[in-house]
């Protein structure tokens, strides 16, 4: 069955840019969100086995996302892809339970090696 | 008119939609190096992109429009047939907060203001304008950071604002700290000239 993968960024360019980054050959059905509150209605829907969110996003921002996930105790592995490269946001997203942080513009290598890291899809 | 879509009086919703999207990471990387400096997280906003007409700069600094007094730097940039200034625009209330924590000591006299607005201003517009140039595929030289003045109402600022230019695109980029009252504006203005410039840069990212 292909793994249900979700891309949670309120920019459509840098959905694009991360859906671009994916392994070929990796089984994959993705769902697109423009926001956090939209990203956890699919997550919930069983849309999101593996997330890569965005953090600074309308209505619902990645932090508040990585909070729901973990009260709610969705089974998903997060993958934070995010422009806000402060230590202190990279330590904030792990410590909310996210497996890994990529810094935008998100780089193809760097994101199969997360995958690969965390036995997620390994080529 | 078909492929000239930001000159139109409308900003095409996919060129404003990259365009946030490359400020976010710029942003991303400036407020790094202030949350280094000023050893805080800074929050980061979702910046703002507009095409405005010079009257209408004020819209473009939304989030300072409640302040009663700020100091502001400009400092131009040109490069790659494209050109534009940076405009920092702090809110005056912000200094006491930015000495303390730069472990300034003594009086905050407007001179010491002056000398912090610019060593921030520096690092912001620096860093911005480099993750912009290394996105877009460009080489920008910028000018000496300019005072456009302390202790101003920000009308008088726009007012002050002499830039060259009559219609604009601008990004908004609002910027706080999460736990000490610091909040300025980063205002990118990009000329109508550069437009086309632009516009071939991002439809080259798209593809």
Known sequence: MSTPVLICDDSSFARKQVQRALPPGWDIDVTFAGNGEEGLAAISAGKGDVVFLDLTMPVMDGFEVLEAIKKQDLPCMVVVISGDIQPEAMARVKKLGAVDFIKKPVDAQRLQQVLTDFGIYAG | MRGDLMSAEHLDEEMRDVFQEIANVAMGRAADLLARLLNNYVVLPIPVVNLLERNELKMALSSLKSVDSVSAVCQGFVGSRISGEALLIFNDTSFQDIAELTEFKGDITPDIELELLMDIANILIGACLKGLTEQLD????????????????????????????????????????????????????????????LESKVRFMLE
């Open chain 2, 138 to 197: 460009v080489s920008f030289s910028q000018g000496q950071p300019v005072l456009l003045g302390q202790h101003l109402h920000l009308q008088d600022l726009v007012n002050n604002q002499t830039g060259n230019w009559k219609r604009a695109l601008t990004i908004e980029i609002p910027y706080r700290l999460e736990s000490r009252n610091v909040d300025c504006d980063l205002l990118l203005l990009f000329t109508e000239d550069s437009l086309a410039v």
